[in-house]
């Protein structure tokens, strides 16, 4: 499995699923860092990310920015029109595409992609129609764990990890 692009939904992936909405009308999520050091390993390796989700989120522009997100779509409807776009400017096919969602509007992409994974709260459905279902939720660290696992069959991940770590911490013997 070569992955080239993980394409990740917001709410109950990246997030437990629940909304928080202050009496300002400010949207509040929870996002998960292991979720966070995940998509910096996969950056590393040379894997693009992406997010489509249907809601419009500050919370998550924040995110996206700070995880250097490659390409941010918010507020879609029809996410299939927004993957054909960004396959078009990545030069890349379907079958190198990881899609992690966790409900019904995100099967049409997960039945056309090459790896379709879901956290392991998603609906019964998805998780029916998908080859891997994370032992973690969303919003718990499943993101980590499917990067984890793409990575690991993709990559000499020790080796990767070492060599990431090397700039980043002093690493004993």
Do not use: W
Not at 61 to 71: G, Q, S, V
Not at 113 to 137: C, D, M, R, S, W
Request: charged share 25%.
């Amino acid at each position: 499995m070569k992955i080239k692009l993980i394409v990740l939904d917001v709410d109950g992936v990246l997030t437990d699923g629940r909304l928080f909405i202050g009496t300002d009308g400010e949207e509040y999520k929870a996002f998960h860092t292991q979720d966070g050091m995940g998509i910096s390993l996969a950056h590393y390796a040379g894997v693009k990310t992406a997010i489509i989700t249907g809601r419009k989120s500050a919370a998550v522009t924040k995110r996206a920015n700070e995880l250097k997100i490659d390409y941010v779509y918010q507020g879609i409807h029809e996410k299939m029109e927004v993957l054909e776009e960004i396959i078009q400017d990545m030069q890349i096919n379907l079958s190198e595409i990881c899609y992690i969602g966790d409900d019904i509007n995100d099967l049409p992409i997960q039945q056309a992609v090459g790896f379709p994974a879901a956290p392991n709260n998603a609906v019964e459905i998805v998780k029916q129609h998908v080859k891997y279902v994370a032992k973690l939720n969303g919003g718990d660290g499943a993101v980590r764990e499917i990067i984890d696992l793409i990575l690991n069959e993709s990559y000499d991940y020790p080796a990767l990890l070492t060599e990431y770590l090397k700039g980043k911490v002093k690493l004993t013997q």
